[in-house]
C-alpha cells in the first residue's frame, strides 16, 4: 500500500523567514495531495492542496510543489509568522477510478515561530 | 452550514468497558472517514462508510472495532474491551462525493482516554 514520508520532524524558524517541509510518497498512482495544519488540540484543517496534473500552486504566502517522477512534493511558507506555529500533515490519496478517498498521512512536522 | 460534529469530545473508560463514538457529517455529505491520532503521530485511516455501507475497512483491526453508518443518525465507531493502548484521538471526516481529490472536513475529534 501506500506509504507517506514526511521531513523534518521537527522544524524551527524565526520570524519573517520560510520554512519548507517535505514529503515522499511510494505508490505511483497517487493523485492528489493535500496539507493539513494542525493546531494544539484542534482539528486538522486544510491548507492548500495539489493534484497531480498541476507541478505547483500557491495561495498568498503557502505554496505546494509536486514532483511526480522523484515522487515527492513539498509546503513552502514564505515570511512565517508565529501564528504560523502548529503541526503540519501532508497526505496522499489514490483515485481507483471510483469511490475511494481515504487520506495516507505522514507523521507531521511541528514547526515554530520565533517571534 | 454546521461542520463536521463529533461526541463526545472526551470520553474516559476503563479497561475491559466499550466505547462509542458518534460523527454527524456535514449537510450534504454521505461519505465518512475515520482516522485514529496516536499521542505526536500522525493519522491512520482506518474506515470508510457511506450511508448504510462499509466500503473500506482495511485500516480497522479486525477485532473489537465495528463502524456503522445507517441511513438515518450519525456514524458511529464502537471499541468494545477497551484497551489502554486504544487510547488515541479519534477523528472522523465528511466528504460530499468520496472521490479522490475532495476536500476532506474533520471533525474536532473525540479524544478517548482508557484507565
Known amino acids: 500500500g501506500e506509504n507517506v514520508e514526511q521531513h523534518p520532524s521537527t522544524l524551527s524558524v524565526q520570524e519573517g523567514d520560510s520554512a519548507v517541509i517535505k514529503c515522499t510518497y511510494s505508490?505511483?498512482?497517487?493523485?492528489?495531495f493535500p496539507w493539513y495544519k494542525q493546531e494544539l488540540g484542534k482539528r486538522p484543517q486544510l491548507i492548500i492542496d495539489?493534484?497531480?496534473?498541476?507541478g505547483e500552486k500557491k495561495d498568498q504566502r503557502i505554496a505546494v510543489t509536486l514532483n511526480k517522477t522523484a515522487k515527492h512534493f513539498s509546503l513552502h511558507i514564505t515570511e512565517t509568522q508565529p501564528e504560523d506555529s502548529a503541526v503540519y500533515f501532508c497526505a496522499a490519496s489514490i483515485d481507483y477510478g471510483g469511490s475511494q478517498g481515504n487520506l495516507i498521512f505522514g507523521k507531521g512536522t511541528k514547526l515554530s515561530v520565533k517571534p | 452550514n454546521a461542520g463536521v460534529m463529533q461526541n463526545p469530545r472526551h470520553l474516559v473508560r476503563r479497561r475491559g468497558q466499550e466505547a462509542r463514538l458518534r460523527c454527524s457529517p456535514m449537510k450534504g455529505h454521505s461519505h465518512v472517514y475515520w482516522y485514529r491520532q496516536l499521542p505526536e503521530e500522525g493519522l491512520k485511516f482506518m474506515v470508510y462508510l457511506q450511508k448504510e455501507n462499509i466500503i473500506d475497512e482495511s485500516g480497522m483491526p479486525k477485532e473489537r472495532f465495528s463502524a456503522e453508518f445507517p441511513k438515518e443518525g450519525p456514524s458511529i465507531l464502537r471499541i468494545q474491551q477497551v484497551v489502554r493502548g486504544d487510547s488515541a484521538a479519534y477523528f472522523c471526516a465528511s466528504s460530499p462525493s468520496g472521490r479522490a481529490g475532495d476536500e476532506q472536513f474533520f471533525g474536532p475529534g473525540t479524544r478517548l482516554t482508557v484507565l
Open positions: 495539489i493534484r497531480s496534473n498541476v
Open positions: 505508490d505511483s498512482a497517487s493523485n492528489y
